[in-house]
C-alpha cells in the first residue's frame, strides 16, 4: 500500500471534544510529522468546518502491548508498513464507549466516509499527499530512523 487511513472511534476520551470526525498528523516510520496542508483542506471541503486535529503522542505510536496510555489502536498500523499513516478519529462530545451499541451519529460517520473517498480519489491522481517527501528527506538525512526504538516487543520483532 502507498498510503493508510485507519478509522476508528475515538469517543472514550476527554481529549477530543467534537461531535463528527478527527484527523490526526502523519505517522511515518516511527515520526510523527505535520498535519498534512492536503488532509485538512479535503477535511473542511467536506466538513465546510474548521479541522480538528487529534493531539497523538509518542505513547499513541508504541505497540500497544506497551502499558501506557493510548488515545485508541488507530496509530497501530504504521508498526506494520513504511507507509504514511493517519488516523480518522469518528469523535463525540461527551465520553462514550467506543464499542457501545446505538451511539454512533450517522452524520459524522458519513461525513468521515466522504474524506476517506474524497482522499482516496485526490491521492491517487496526485493532487494530495500524506507528507512532504523533501521534508521527510530532511528530516531522516539530519536524524534519522527512529522506529527500530518504537518497534521493540512487536509480533513481527
Request: glycine share 6%; net charge neutral.
Amino acid at each position: 500500500m502507498d498510503a493508510v487511513l485507519s478509522v476508528d472511534a475515538t469517543r472514550a476520551n476527554w481529549v477530543i471534544k467534537h461531535t463528527g470526525f478527527a484527523i490526526t498528523p502523519t505517522v511515518k516510520e516511527g515520526w510523527i510529522l505535520k498535519v498534512s496542508p492536503d488532509l485538512i483542506d479535503i477535511y473542511v471541503r467536506v466538513t465546510g468546518e474548521a479541522p480538528v486535529v487529534v493531539p497523538i503522542t509518542m505513547q499513541d505510536i508504541t505497540p500497544y502491548s506497551t502499558p501506557v496510555y493510548h488515545i485508541n489502536s488507530m496509530m497501530q498500523p504504521w508498526l506494520y508498513t513504511s507507509a504514511p499513516v493517519v488516523g480518522v478519529a469518528i469523535t463525540a462530545r461527551m465520553a462514550l464507549p467506543g464499542s457501545g451499541t446505538g451511539i454512533t451519529n450517522f452524520i459524522a460517520l458519513e461525513q468521515a466516509t466522504r474524506f476517506v473517498i474524497e482522499v482516496a480519489k485526490d491521492f491517487t491522481t496526485g493532487r494530495a499527499r500524506f507528507y512532504d517527501p523533501d521534508e521527510w528527506e530532511t528530516i531522516t538525512k539530519l536524524h534519522g530512523p527512529v522506529a527500530h526504538i518504537l518497534k521493540r516487543g512487536t509480533p513481527f520483532q
